[in-house]
């Protein structure tokens, strides 16, 4: 069987990190194109991967029959759009998370899916990491009892990506915190607790910390450095409440916040047994066994979950498998998040009907 | 001029611990009675007192025109019915927290303080804590710049109290953690943050661990032994998101929960700077400056939160100064925990009209 | 029922610190002699316990129809002869561990025991410890598969105690730290693993560090101040390994040892899964399961073994139980370590037939 | 002067990893051939190296007069068979650890040895370590006073290589941890002590962890990965007790255990200082001075000890100086670890006779 042949749409750090390493490690998968609109970014990939071509307009890959699969790696004020036209020119697409800037772009992207039939996953990689998948299956289980709350907390002191650049402009990334840590976070909840569909939504999201740019004291800058001439109109920090048909889920987080103290976990609150998971490291559960308190830390072989992720996708396409990342499992998220930012603007709770 | 005479309504482990040792050391205030249902409470009183003569009966009191104050210390049931018939009386009241079960009873005891024009505060003593008041002071001055959020933890993995007892009746308290605990928690951020009023709350408490009393495993018990004979019909965890003319609130608490690790904090979290306080500890002051991030400790001499309460009580009815713990600022919290319980059993938001 | 009368042979620190503490507080008992041969101890005992009788020779006790019980707390070589005249006199003993000097002491003092059918229990006060009895349930369970290995580690840097008193003077304490701690280790290893008969011991115990009295460097000295004056002739380092119709046991021992680590755990090795107890302190369980490695600790409402170990003392003479703590089963490790001491003379393994 | 030729058998991971490396940068000699039953290997090893021949057959090497000195880094079963033939060939050979499978093996090998008069070393590269002769050095100097006891702990939780295959057949390796592991960490001591006569070996080896091979949980596999159609009759748990005419030594020693603390280490106990050695990395040296005591770390450019080990090779091929890896001293401890193997059957102490 012949290799499959694939192209990458944005070359940035995610791209490169993550994606182009892991289709390098496939067997089943070539990179044919890798397309950036900043040419030597597209340059910079071919050397490091070692073959493939240079482009700096997508549609060529459109117009390539040979290409069968897509990975969108580009700012997300291009998610939809690139990932709609890759559809229609019948690509299968692995899209970057967030789905999107808004849950009607995420819709949008959702009914292309449907109507072309074609494969359309989104970059919620932590439903391929090996500690997530331990605690759906104990939750699945039943070990945990019933699950009847989490609390999720991403909060760190000084955090805000590239201050000024695409992260922080609101028309470019749809948000701050909520949608580029908090979609993450929520995810894995989501994710471990079956899918429930959300019931009631309520949330504020604050622009604070980020706003005085000149101001803004930090150590380091992902993403960075800041471009202080740009735009700062995201979520810098949020906090909400969310009713589901299975747990209540409350949360806090903050790319930047004037504590001190780095909270990034997920509390797995059930009526037999807890975990707090430590975001992208280990967990430990929590349980009770005649009248002791257990204390219980698991080691695994964590495995890659990027290369888990990439190397499904190749799989499902040809398999035909619905995979956990796929479009209509995490349209879910994609509207608690617009639901989050609407009831913030509006100062009330949002009710979604059944 | 002489002392004031006073009576302690309830003999129970805070009437010890904290009124009547105070009272003793007050040099203007004097015991005349200590009531209890149990006789050999109030006699243990007596004993630990000194003093004072031991009685059954509450009546005994409303009858004594020398008595001019009084601390109710009963279980929350009755701190509405025996406050009004002390107001009535014509006694000034000090009645322990919560000020009732509901906000209805609070509402009575407010409108009775109102048409007798004697004290009525709540034990809220919070109010006369040294750390709790050096950071209003800062709030107020603007030191943390705005304050738009405060995050309060005040969650423990076994400390249900009492199980099966007065504590975990609701008949008789009211409700559990969000009750019992939460109402200091909420009470120091509305006074640090002025009191604000509240505008909507949504909450959701859980009664899960205790349910299942003979298999709810824990290392000590406060206010214990169990009572398996007893009832358990209160929360043991609460979560909830209150919006307010000030600052967001987020809150979540747990008597019991299966993750081991106890957070007690409030965070309060300013564009300038924020504060960690530690429940009945110390407190952090992080902010900015030049580029540099501080972490800033407060040394001070705490004092005794329970003294400067009741000295503040004898004071205040000599001087018709009103202090921060009176009806008509505790009143709101009261209002916010009954919209919590509410929004809670409606599973959607409470909004609350100005 | 009128409470049983007992003695205290002994008013040492163990006997302050444990003994009549525990006595005090068990509501069947009461003492009524305390006995030293330096009067001043016994009256400071008398004052501390808020009565009984103070005396200097404790044939008065043996004298004393109405004394049931005695506990004794005296040095080493006493015990033995101590033992068996209270035994002969028709008293049950709680004799504090070693249960003697040398196994052929101990051996007399069973067969005493055997004549009179009096009690003797030896303090072997970790059969009475929660943790403990928690991991001889999971042994016996089978929670760890088979037991296989044990190995021992009771090493301090510098814990000599009392430099050249009776601690370390070997023909009144039997030995040094083997005897000392070691006894203790070694009981715990017999309790949990079910106390298998031994069948080859060897070992070597060294006096080194101690030796050269004057230029022992130390920080702190329990049971001290040195006596300069005074005799070191006992262990302060042991090795050992020995075989059991069980697992085998390793072991290294150091009072004193030029290795700064202090390392005090049991580790008990099992097919299925492992604990390490610290010794006096909490544990952890080592487990697999579906390719995860778990390490779990657990909490568990310690209890004061002290107490556990004389009210059962006081409660087996009413009901005729054996304890685990019987001379019948503390005999064995009176024969490893006497074995151990054997081996380390000659250089060579002790075979113990069966 | 030219190149002394030399040729590798057996081009596994420690021939690649450490003698092909070290034969390069060593200016005095030259690999002429590289040899492996599978051909592939020794392709790539000419390849690494940039030069020499490929063969499947060391005969052609024992028929090569050229040919001066050889590396046998063959599986343990053939490490004798080939040493003698090359030694009966005229070549010096440096033969990996263990020298043999069992002690007769070995002691055929060194008497091969003496009639050949050819250099035998084996590869007991701690010789050559930096930090391991400034240990030596301190003991040989009296640093430590005297050195009375030495515990090895070479313990890991799930460290049990290539399960099924070579090393866990016991036929080809000999044996499991002990004979693996504990070769070097008994090496060291045996060196840094003087390399004193063994008096008594006692020990136990377990094959236990291991044995059920489908089950057995691990996180990584050196040496995989699992072949579970092959043999696991080797020891994965070993404990011992060594009387020599030096100190004693215990030791501990696990491929695989249920105790998830990993402690590879030998604490060397004198009676004026002693050292705690990390295999493989740094030590601390305790002390004490005016009742001070005192802990050192000691800093030093480590080297590479493989490249010390071929150079010193080389060098005393030319120079006839005997080197301490010698089979005549390395006999000693092939010695020991067969005794311990023998006691483990036995389940009794070996005397070894003068």
Not at 153 to 178: D, E, H, N, W, Y
Not at 241 to 266: D, F, H, K
Request: charge should be negative; aromatic fraction near 8%; proline fraction near 3%.
């Amino acid at each position: 069987m012949s290799k499959m042949k694939v192209a990458v749409i944005g070359c940035g750090t995610i791209a490169s990190n993550a994606h182009i390493k892991a289709y390098a490690a496939n067997p089943n998968a070539e990179i044919k194109y890798f397309c950036d609109i900043l040419k030597e970014k597209a340059d910079m990939a071919v050397t490091e991967y070692g073959g493939g071509e240079a482009i700096e307009d997508y549609h060529v890959i459109l117009g390539d029959p040979e290409v069968e699969a897509v990975s969108i790696c580009t700012p997300n004020h291009l998610h939809s759009s690139i990932s709609i036209d890759c559809l229609r020119a019948g690509k299968h697409v692995l899209c970057e998370k967030p789905a999107a800037r808004t849950y009607a772009e995420a819709l949008e992207m959702q009914k292309v899916q449907h109507e072309t039939g074609k494969v359309l996953n989104i970059g919620v990689v932590n439903r391929f990491n090996k500690g997530v998948n331990i605690i759906k299956e104990m939750i699945d289980n039943g070990d945990l009892g019933e699950l009847y709350h989490v609390y999720i907390s991403f909060r760190a002191q000084r955090s805000i990506p590239g201050l000024g650049g695409a992260f922080t402009t609101k028309s470019i990334a749809g948000g701050g915190v909520l949608i580029d840590w908090g979609v993450h976070f929520l995810d894995i909840v989501m994710y471990c607790s079956g899918d429930p569909q959300p019931r009631t939504v309520s949330g504020q999201a604050y622009s604070k910390l980020g706003r005085d740019m000149k101001n803004y004291a930090f150590l380091n800058m992902w993403a960075g450095p800041p471009k202080y001439s740009g735009t700062y109109d995201v979520d810098d920090f949020v906090t909400g409440l969310i009713r589901t048909e299975g747990p209540t889920i409350s949360l806090n987080g903050a790319w930047a916040q004037n504590i001190g103290v780095e909270e990034m976990y997920i509390d797995f609150l059930g009526d037999k047994a807890g975990i707090r998971l430590q975001y992208g490291a280990d967990f430990k559960i929590y349980s009770a066994q005649n009248g002791i308190l257990l204390e219980t830390a698991a080691k695994y072989k964590a495995g890659d979950m990027f290369q888990n992720e990439i190397d499904s996708f190749i799989d499902c396409i040809r398999t035909g498998e619905k995979l956990p990342s796929h479009i209509d499992t995490v349209i879910l998220s994609s509207k608690i998040i617009q639901a989050i930012y609407d009831s913030s603007e509006q100062r009330s709770e949002i009710v979604i009907s059944e």
